[in-house]
């Protein structure tokens, strides 16, 4: 048995302690959650249609091999990872993903690649996680590859062309926002700044290349 001297060392012992510690949370309540630093940024890389394999490359790290949809954190594959997408049925698709750097959409649209109707909005700079800033997602659209009848075929990349004029179109008009603010009066002429001129260029060039895209891959889909 505990001898009353014990007892009474005991006692004082845990006095100590309970008025050392943090009072108990209410009951049927949590204490609150700790802080955190932020959590790395990630990617939601994905296809359409979904369900198909795509192989992350970069940088210094092994290639990863994903089913979309997949979160991925795409700063550990440098400045410029590669996402290549591929599935039965459909032709095979390669994207470079460049990390922002500027503020402004008007830079970023004369660096070729840096924008794509595949691509979420970038985050803005000063949110910047010092991880380098990528979209929040990709969504690589990928083609079918074959058809029962040239009818079918001809209609299938009708709509592809016609997303893709949809799509340039959408960033367009987030172009023409962002230099509407940075235009210039002379002599009665509304005038755009050099930047601009360059970016509306660059655009129309891209949505050319993506429309050419579409009709190569229409030539080169089989019937069956």
Same mark, same amino acid.
């Given at each position: 048995?505990?001898?009353?001297?014990?007892?009474?060392?005991? %006692?004082?012992?845990?006095?100590? *302690?309970?008025?050392?510690?943090?009072?108990?949370?209410?009951?049927?309540?949590?204490?609150?959650?700790? !802080?955190?630093?932020?959590?790395?940024?990630v990617t939601l890389i994905d296809t359409m249609p979904t369900g198909h394999r795509c192989i992350v490359t970069g940088?210094?790290?092994?290639?990863?091999?994903?089913?979309?949809?997949?979160? *991925?954190?795409?700063?550990?594959?440098?400045?410029?990872?590669?996402?290549?997408?591929?599935?039965?049925?459909?032709?095979? !698709?390669?994207?470079?993903?460049?990390?922002?750097?500027?503020?402004?959409?008007?830079? !970023?649209?004369?660096?070729?690649?840096?924008?794509?109707?595949?691509?979420?909005?970038?985050?803005?700079?000063?949110?910047?996680?010092?991880?380098?800033?990528?979209?929040?997602?990709?969504?690589?659209?990928?083609?079918?590859?074959?058809?029962?009848? &040239? %009818?079918?075929?001809?209609?299938?990349?009708?709509?592809?062309?016609?997303? &893709?004029?949809? %799509?340039?179109?959408? &960033?367009?008009?987030?172009?023409?926002?962002?230099?509407?603010?940075?235009?210039?009066?002379?002599?009665?002429?509304?005038?755009?700044?050099?930047?601009?001129?360059?970016?509306?260029?660059?655009?129309?060039?891209?949505?050319?290349?993506?429309?050419?895209? *579409?009709?190569?891959?229409?030539?080169?889909?089989?019937?069956?």
């Open positions: 048995m505990i001898n009353a001297r014990a007892m009474t060392g005991l %006692a004082a012992t845990l006095f100590l *302690v309970a008025a050392c510690a943090d009072p108990p949370p209410p009951s049927g309540t949590f204490p609150p959650n700790p !802080q955190r630093p932020d959590a790395a940024p940088g210094k790290a092994p290639p990863l091999t994903v089913t979309t949809p997949r979160l *991925v954190p795409l700063h550990q594959y440098g400045d410029a990872p590669v996402i290549d997408c591929f599935g039965d049925g459909f032709l095979r !698709q390669r994207k470079a993903i460049l990390a922002n750097k500027s503020t402004r959409l008007a830079e !970023q649209m004369i660096v070729p690649g840096a924008i794509d109707p595949a691509f979420a909005p970038y985050p803005k700079r000063e949110r910047s996680s010092g991880k380098g800033d990528f979209p929040a997602w990709v969504r690589i659209r990928l083609q079918r590859s074959g058809f029962d009848s &040239i %009818a079918e075929r001809d209609r299938y990349y009708a709509v592809e062309a016609q997303w &893709i004029d949809t %799509a340039w179109s959408t &960033i367009e008009d987030r172009l023409k926002l962002e230099c509407r603010s940075r235009q210039t009066q002379a002599q009665g002429l509304i005038l755009l700044d050099a930047l601009c001129k360059d970016a509306f260029h660059a655009l129309a060039d891209r949505q050319a290349a993506d429309r050419t895209t *579409v009709e190569v891959n229409r030539r080169q889909s089989t019937i069956r």
